[in-house]
Each structure stands twice: as C-alpha cells, then as structure tokens.
Nanobody
C-alpha cells in the first residue's frame, strides 16, 4: 500500500528555518517524482517544489527559489524540504505527493502545518 507521511511542521519566527520530511512506503522514491505543495488559509493549493529522482531534476516555485531546497534520501525512502529565510507568506499546510505514470500526482500525504510569525 502506498503511503506518504509528512512531518516537521511547526511554529517559527520569520527568518527562521524548518525541515519537512515525507516518509514514503509501498514504493521506492528513487523511481518517481515527488513533490511538495502547500495551501494557505483561504487560498488554493500551490506547487512548491518537486524532484525527479530518475535524473535528479528539481523544480521550485518562484516564491521559494533560493530559500527552499528539496532532496531525497533513498536509504530512508524519504524526501525532504529544507526551508530557510521563512516569511509569513510561507504559512500554510504543506503536503507531499507522488507523481504517477500518467503525470498526475496520485498519492498525497496528510499535510503538516507551518506557521511563520512575523
């Protein structure tokens, strides 16, 4: 059974850092593209970053490029999102997801809340 378990969220002051983790089971992260998304209160879901483990390609939304770093650890079957220089606009529930063979993200974790206080 495919499962994604996101963790690492919390309350942090503006300018601080957090590292989110997405522990995968039921598949090998090395074989798929994994992504992080977020949804702020009253807003739609936004793609934040993704990593294609087949070739190491990464993508970042303009709003986080230069501050966030996505990585994966195949030994732990986990994908991480290192978030630095956090801003109040980064406050959201963050979700990790696995991309299926048809290009859509077909499995989602439960979300972890990040709150950045100004």
């Amino acid at each position: 059974e495919v499962q994604l378990q996101a963790s690492g969220g919390g309350l942090v002051q503006a300018g601080g850092s957090l590292r989110l983790s997405c522990a995968a089971s039921g598949f090998t992260v090395d074989d798929y593209t994994l992504g992080w998304f977020r949804q702020a209160p009253g807003k739609g879901r936004e793609g934040v970053s993704c990593i294609s483990n087949s070739d190491g390609t990464t993508y970042y939304a303009d709003s986080v490029r230069g501050r966030f770093t996505i990585s994966s650890d195949n030994a732990w079957n986990t994908v991480y999102l290192q978030m630095n220089s956090l801003k109040s606009d980064d406050t959201a529930v963050y979700y990790c997801a696995k991309q299926g063979n048809n290009g859509s993200f077909d499995y989602w974790g439960q979300g972890t809340l990040v709150t950045v206080s100004s």
